[in-house]
């Protein structure tokens, strides 16, 4: 471990090299203030927390805080009349910060002065006022193991399990499946978010999502607002921010395995303070490749992603934007110089992946003239082709024994409309796709090989009522969702009636009582509506939406209004889950590896339940430190085709454990941790004799779930951070190590073909466990200049 920490000395030089060469610069905060309708609110008041520094909104809502002294601090916001808001945590650079805008909510009456209590600074949506997390960019950046990863920083989330071997992005929420997490970015849905994301599911070993485009994350794991449809256990929301409209600027980032580069700025601004047409654009790139050819590793991932936003405002009721997202991966494999058997098992069983995705995006939000509304219709298109392929001899590409040559396209259009009704906000709306899904599949283990094209339409509509009542110590929300599409033939707009309520209520100071009930459906993945057997036949035409029913119930204490306490228990029960025909098990043990999911023949007569307690607790940042620590206590079993018999999950471990906090020291310097827990999980056997014959194809063996299980998952991750501000430039360098305690992650024994010391196939052949050493701290340095 002491050679793998060589880097901390290097740190420290470099650190004490450049405060040394650090010239004074001070930065200017600057946003918006607007209320919930988008109206500007001329003559708020915006304060940095703890200093003199301050400014008033002009007539535009904007304003504007010069000579602040780079630094942390807490943002907040005021109005008469309104909940005041804290910004917490945000990051002040000479170059580089980015605007603070904030949206604050009226008040139940209209009062003659300023709002401040403790719940209304640490507060939840009405229509889902439990099981609902956020993250703003700042903890994204400098989350310690996250590698600014959107998605990998989600996971440590209160309820959300690691993948088996704790590399992946699946999130897997509550004991339900890695697919049962819906995703959108400003409003538009993003089905694929990962690199190498496993078809029919949503994970993969890196996500796309560049952070220096998000203003804040959400992650809600029950009560969904009735606008989303398909979601079983999750909604993840990307708030993006828009670009600079003052100033050209950009940052230029490095990390153990990327580079990426984002450019923001104003267009046609003219003589003009600020720009009504903004543009925000990255691009990165993956040296994984390289790196791991230098070091001698077998598997070659490569890829490349883009992002970008241009926002548009053509008056002051009407706001447009054009916004996209997309990838370019490639994994494949190369053999090592040296016989070693675990790279020649990885190098055996590794998939090749050609992997192309794209989502692009159009929305207009259109605020009312009267003052009591707004609409917002986003039309967008999303494409994934998928070229996934197994070969027996995989050092020269030939003799292919599995391959699946895919495409998804979506085209989607969505409309939803907000009116305020005398105390009452009532949402509604409707979305309607066109899917369009096409497969080349040979499969010579299952002794299948299809030609599918299948194409169809997706509709649905919605409708939500809230309100509070008592002076705003009784929140009420109703809503529900209505869907059908036209390739099933089992289902109807009123078969998939889904409604749910959520009631919040304050029974004494600082004290909430949160409820929530509600029913979900989930159409499943084109790999199981478009697969085919022999005949040509699409023998899962027959089956039915996933449902799932949630009821939670949950108690929240606000100690101070930077902190606060929860506790909830919850339910989830689960119905027509897709069984496998081949191997008599719910698919909800599926989705969460290097595959493709669903492309077989199923059954939607499964169940299951998921259900458990979860305490939280949470420490905005005040007096320099923050932290987040959470505990869940659960159980997730689903059946087979006998729905009287339930076994665990490959989910259920019972216990999970998560804690993320940092402090801030003098000088800009940081150091943050993050500990991840969970209980013994049950895994699938290998199949050996199946595996034998089948080699290097790996075959489980269903039958066997939950006769043994994996090891705990324990790991800890650290990082400093250091930040210098020049006139120039922000320049923050930071070191981070993974699994620093080098405790061994857990995951079920892998098997390759016995060989000799020269790498030569024992005859006759047989299989031998392969003995991995993963429990090795991984150390990293990277850098982020902010111009």
Known sequence: MINRLGMLPLLLVMALTVEAMQAQATATVTGKVVDELGVPLAGASVF?????????????????IANVQPGSYNLIASYLGYQSQTKYNIIVRSKGTPAYNFVLLETAQRLDEVVLSNANIISRPKETPLSTQTLSAVEIATYPGGNNDVVQV??????????????????????GAPNETVYYLDGMEVPNINHFSTQGS??????????????????????????????????????????????????????????????????????AETAKTTFLASVRRSYLKFLFELIGLPIRPDYWDYQFKVDHQINEFNNISLMGLGSIDDFTTAPPDEFDPEAQATLEQAPFIEQRSNTIGLSWRKRFKDGQGYMLTTLSNNTLMNDFTRYEDPINETDVVFNNDATESETKLRYELTRFLEGWKLSTGFNVQYADYQNTTVDFTNSVSFNTEIDFMKYGLFANLTRSFLNNKLDV?????????????????????????????????????????????????????????NTGELVNRDIDYTRSDHIGL??????????????????????????????GVSLANKGAGFEVLGSEPVETVGKGRSYGAELLFQQKLSKNFY???????????????????????????????????????????????????????????????????????????????????????????????????????????????????????????????????????????SLVEINADNGQPIPSLGIVIDF
Request: hydrophobic share 35%; glycine share 10%.
């Open 554 to 583: 949950g108690i929240q204490h606000y100690f101070t209004p930077s902190s606060s306490i929860s506790l909830e228990g919850f339910y989830k029960r689960y119905s027509d889950y897709p069984v496998s025909v081949r191997d």
């Open 477 to 533: 929300s109703f809503g529900f969702r209505m869907d059908d599409d036209g390739f099933t033939q089992n289902e109807s707009l009123l078969s998939t009636f889904s409604p749910r309520l959520s009631v919040s209520f304050e029974f004494a100071t600082d004290w909430r009582v949160n409820g929530s009930v509600g029913r979900y459906f989930k159409l499943p993945p084109y790999t199981i509506l478009g697969f085919r057997n």
């Open 202 to 271: 949503a994970g993969g070993p890196v996500g796309m999502i560049n952070v220096s485009f998000i203003e804040e994350v959400s992650l809600t794991s029950s009560a969904f607002n009735a606008r989303y449809d398909n979601p079983l256990s999750g909604v993840l929301q990307f708030q993006q921010r828009n670009g600079n409209n003052r100033n050209f600027s950009g940052n230029f980032r490095v990390s153990a395995s990327e580079a990426a580069l984002t450019l923001e700025g104003p267009l046609f601004k003219g003589d």
């Open 48 to 64: 940095l927390e703890g200093t003199n520094s301050g400014a008033q909104a002009d007539i535009d809502g904007n304003y504007s």
């Open 154 to 175: 989600a996971q440590t989330l209160p309820g959300v399990s690691p993948s088996i071997g704790g590399f992946r992005n699946d999130l897997i929420i509550r004991g």
């Open 627 to 765: 932290g987040i620590f959470s505990y869940t206590f659960f159980f997730s079993e689903f059946t087979g085709f006998d729905p009287e018999i339930y076994r665990p999950s490959v989910w259920d471990s019972r216990h999970l454990v998560s804690f993320t906090g940092g402090y801030k020291f003098k000088r800009n310097w940081e150091l943050s941790s993050r500990y991840r827990f969970a209980g013994r999980t049950p895994f699938v056997p290998t199949d050996l004799d199946a595996t034998l014959t089948n080699y290097p194809v790996v075959t489980l063996d269903y039958s066997r779930l939950g006769e043994e299980e994996l090891r705990v998952f324990s790991q800890l991750d650290f990082r400093i951070d250091k930040k210098w501000n020049f006139k120039a430039f922000a320049f923050d360098l930071f070191f981070e190590v993974q699994n620093i305690l080098g405790q061994n992650t857990p995951n079920p024994p892998e098997y390759g073909l016995n060989r000799d010391n020269n790498g030569v196939v024992i005859q006759p052949e």
